[in-house]
């Protein structure tokens, strides 16, 4: 269960739920986000859904986490009689799009993600506004990630072309597809396929060394699909990492 708050709320959210969990792991503070286990729920708390990856993408999901939460954009799901605030389908589709670009740059992205991502543009086909959809890519500057990543739903997950908003049956966007695809069956879930016993074997300092080589790597290989964005995500990445350990 993922529950989404602005600060203030974050806050309150954390000092109710915590008493009630018999796991909670460290606290990430400066991406304002914490895991806890309350019986027999799996529970995050996000006071903030920026990327490690872009500045440019992180000043277009602060609008939308704006109008999410002071703009009133948000759709009301029934649950049992209560209502329960969800981000409305325009902004939705930038949140979980965003979120699952940052996993799949960092670390790795699951089928189950992309398939989410899928789900909410299938249901909400008919409604989402895409010149707006189109403006927020433009000005986050990931058109091109959009376009390959629905060429790869299509192609590989069976999205209909109609529901996919930009689709454009290219065989340069055919290509990327591919490579996506290999890219995330590698990775694996969250990364869940990569042997990463080196964390737990060498000191910090070292453990911290080979990380980096290891991300350089990774992002050498998407250079290939994205040639532009992949190099100035590595720098942002590193520069936002940097920063946090000093």
Not at 46 to 72: K, P, Y
Not at 203 to 225: N, Y
Request: hydrophobic letters at 40%; proline letters at 4%; a positive charge.
């Amino acid at each position: 269960m993922i529950l989404f708050f602005d600060a203030e709320n974050y806050e309150k959210a954390k000092a109710f739920l915590t008493p009630l969990a018999i796991e909670v792991e460290p606290e990430e503070k400066r991406k304002k986000h914490l895991a806890m286990t309350i019986d027999p729920w799996l529970v995050e708390l996000h006071g903030l859904m920026s990327t490690e990856i872009s500045e440019r993408i992180n000043a277009g999901v602060e609008r939308v986490q704006s109008d999410i939460f002071a703009g009133g954009g948000v759709r009301v799901w029934k649950n049992d009689g209560a209502d329960v605030p969800l981000p409305s389908p325009d902004n939705d589709v930038i949140i979980v799009f965003t979120h699952f670009l940052q996993h799949f740059f960092v670390g790795g992205v699951g089928l189950r993600q992309i398939c989410d991502w899928c789900r909410l543009l299938w249901t909400y086909r008919a409604c989402i506004d895409r010149e707006l959809l189109l403006r927020r890519l433009q000005e986050m500057g990931i058109v091109s990630e959009w376009k390959v990543f629905g060429t790869f739903a299509v192609d590989y997950l069976g999205m209909p072309m109609e529901a996919m908003p930009f689709y454009e049956a290219r065989s340069g966007l055919s290509r990327k597809a591919r490579r996506i695809c290999r890219i995330v069956l590698d990775a694996g879930n969250f990364g869940h396929n990569k042997d990463n016993t080196y964390r737990y074997k060498y000191s910090r300092p070292v453990e911290k060394t080979i990380t980096f080589f290891r991300r350089l790597g990774e992002f050498v290989r998407l250079c290939a699909i994205f040639p532009t964005d992949a190099p100035r995500f590595f720098v942002t990445y590193v520069g936002r990492r940097t920063k946090a350990a000093l």
